[in-house]
């Protein structure tokens, strides 16, 4: 991935990715079911796998607000 991808990817998505709870590749798939549903503020893939995805996403944001 080049450095301007990572530097548009939302950071919903980056910190995630950068911290290890989802890979590249789940993290590509999010981002493109993501615009292609016109970026909803409440999003749930229909993929059971990037729906685990999604919940690693909010169990780390969960641990992080959690740490405040």
């Not at 450095?3 to 798939?29: D, F, K, R, V």
């Not at 409440?42 to 959690?66: G, K, M, T």
Request: net charge negative; with cysteine.
């Amino acid at each position: 991935m080049s450095s301007l991808s990572y530097q548009q990817m939302p950071h919903w998505l980056h910190q995630p990715l950068m911290q290890g709870a989802i890979n590249l590749a789940e993290a590509a798939e999010l981002w493109d079911e993501w615009l292609m549903t016109g970026e909803p503020d409440r999003f749930c893939p229909e993929s059971l796998y990037l729906q685990d995805a999604v919940l690693r996403i909010n169990l780390l944001q969960w641990e992080l607000h959690r740490a405040d």
